[in-house]
Nanobody, 119 residues
């Protein structure tokens, strides 16, 4: 079964930076777009950034210019570099497919990694 393992979260002051990592199986990773999602308390999960297998990238408006998504295919890993963090970025961050399967499903969600932005 495919597993998604996110890491790199933590507590950071406003204006600080964090780099998140997500490792998964090669058979899924190399052929698919991958995305970073986040879910804040009381809110729905939202897509933050997406990178296709060919490297095309898209960002949510709220993170444009601050976050950078990248992928390292040889290691089946996708990264999210987060700069100029704001308290509104506080959430649990997850990775998963950038687009759902045809039936609308995603891979099983991992545990996520908590990002807390606070002074």
């Amino acid at each position: 079964q495919v597993q998604l393992v996110e890491s790199g979260g933590g507590l950071v002051q406003p204006g600080g930076s964090l780099r998140l990592s997500c490792a998964t199986s090669g058979s899924i990773f190399s052929a698919n777009a991958m995305g970073w999602y986040r879910q804040a308390p009381g809110k729905q999960r939202e897509l933050v950034a997406r990178i296709t297998s060919r490297g095309s990238i898209g960002y949510a408006d709220s993170v444009k210019g601050r976050f950078t998504i990248s992928r390292y295919n040889a290691a089946n890993t996708v990264y999210l570099q987060m700069n100029r963090l704001e308290p509104e970025d506080t959430a649990v961050y997850y990775c998963n497919l950038g687009f759902p399967f045809v039936n609308g499903s995603y891979l099983p969600w991992g545990q996520g990694t908590q990002v807390t932005v606070s002074s």
